[in-house]
Nanobody
Framework: QVHLEESGGGLVQAGDSLKLSCAASISTYAMGWFRQAPGREREFVATISWRGGTWNYADSVKGRFTVSIDNDKNIVFLQMNSLKPEDTAVYYC?????????????????WGQGTQVTVSS
């Protein structure tokens, strides 16, 4: 069983930056970041392979968000710059038992509890 714990969320203003972290209990395969706003379905944000060689982003965050990984500490990061009010959501970290990156929530096997990100205008 893989335990994932997110941190780094908070309340910021539009244009600010935040860096989310996801600590994994063991080394795993592909990792993903997703978000869910009230009344909306969980949506893909970014994904990265465990060795960091492959990654992908949702169009809505390309150029603003960067996903990275620290293999020594088993931590995945999501650097979020130029935040917008529409980025407001609970952000979830996820892991899948496959080395192939993926963008669908159903492709992931383990989930963290989520961390709230609120961007005010």
């Amino acid at each position: 069983q893989v335990h994932l714990e997110e941190s780094g969320g908070g309340l910021v203003q539009a244009g600010d930056s935040l860096k989310l972290s996801c600590a994994a209990s063991i080394s795993t395969y592909a990792m993903g970041w997703f978000r869910q706003a009230p009344g909306r379905e969980r949506e893909f944000v970014a994904t990265i392979s465990w060795r960091g060689g492959t990654w992908n982003y949702a169009d809505s965050v390309k150029g603003r968000f960067t996903v990275s990984i620290d293999n020594d500490k088993n931590i995945v990061f999501l650097q979020m710059n130029s935040l917008k009010p529409e980025d407001t959501a609970v952000y979830y970290c996820a892991a899948r038992r496959s080395p192939v990156v993926a963008s669908s929530p159903s492709d992931y096997d383990y989930w963290g509890q989520g961390t709230q990100v609120t961007v005010s205008s």
